[in-house]
């Protein structure tokens, strides 16, 4: 008869932690980042844990006939697009099935494990990132929710605006949203902020991605400006917003005369059911019960 017996995993991990970025014995090196610091490693660990280093260090030497060959064992490998610290968060992953994160590199982590194809160490990232979402750190989070394909993330960040809406409206995190992902946040009926200012928070988000991308402000903003329910403003609301739109015309006119025929229809006809829903965080105006679905 045989057996498996499982000795102490922890002994173990700790042994191998002692590898992590030590030269002794390492037969591959990398230089990583801006400030091209050293990484030191070892291509078994490495080729063993993770199929896009494998392919990585398992190359033929440019002008080699033999296929069978590998790259010089010293490298060095240039990846000047990552961090150092995000890195050594990876091969601190690989060596022990643990990593070591903080909110500065967490989603520059998660980032890696996506393009290493490392689906353990992407959830571990995900878990930290949910476990310390904060209101300036959202919206990057959801970007690369977004960006990565991880539904249950985005969901949870998408919850977490909900919640505190009027604070996330304001970091630099959402100005710098796509406007697909914008767009998605304004479609959702539980926002804590009241339609005016979601209009002025656009409008910001607008003129930033204008000069990023050197595009005009309308051009820009021409998919979340769809989700934004001018049929909740009131009419003086309605004229302030139409000496703004003078300036910059982020919203199409003919959004804005939708939403005065609803104040004269007093109804939401021929404007889409989901503009005429007030939010969780809409402020009342006595003309929102004729946009009732029942009022019309």
């Not at 995900?126 to 929710?145: H, R």
């Not at 919850?159 to 959702?188: H, K, M, N, P, Y």
């Amino acid at each position: 008869c045989s057996a498996r017996l499982q000795g102490d995993v922890a002994v173990f991990t700790t042994a191998l932690r002692t590898l992590v970025n030590n030269p002794q014995f390492s037969d591959v090196t990398f230089v990583v980042g801006r400030e091209q610091q050293q990484v030191f490693a070892h291509r078994c660990v490495l080729a063993c844990r993770c199929q896009a280093f494998r392919g990585m260090l398992g190359q033929a030497p440019v002008g080699s006939q033999d296929s069978s060959s590998s790259v010089p064992p010293q490298g060095p490998f240039v990846l000047g697009n990552v961090q150092p610290e995000v890195f050594l968060a990876v091969i601190e992953f690989l060596y022990t099935n643990s990593v070591t994160l903080n909110s500065h590199i967490a989603l520059e982590v998660l980032t890696s494990s996506v393009e290493y194809g490392l689906q353990d160490l992407c959830k571990l990232c995900v878990k930290f990132i949910k476990d310390t979402l904060s209101v300036e750190q959202v919206c990057e989070a959801l970007q690369a929710a977004v960006t990565y394909g991880q539904v249950d993330l985005q969901q949870h960040c998408l919850a977490f605006i909900e919640g505190c809406t009027a604070a996330v409206v304001q970091t630099q995190g959402f100005r710098e949203l796509s406007d697909v992902v914008l767009a998605r946040v304004l479609r959702s009926d539980r926002l804590a902020v009241d339609e005016l200012d979601l209009v002025q928070a656009v409008r910001e988000w607008a003129h930033v991605s204008s000069a990023v991308l050197e595009r005009p402000v309308p051009e820009v903003a021409a998919l979340p400006v769809r989700e934004l329910r001018l049929p909740l403003l009131a009419p003086s609301e309605l004229v302030t917003l139409e000496s703004y739109n003078q300036q910059d015309l982020l919203i199409p006119v003919e959004n804005i005369a939708a939403a005065w025929r609803a104040h004269a229809l007093r109804k939401g006809s021929g404007v889409p059911s989901r503009l005429c829903r007030p939010r969780q965080g809409t402020r009342p105006r006595d003309h929102h019960r004729h946009l009732e679905p029942q009022a019309k």
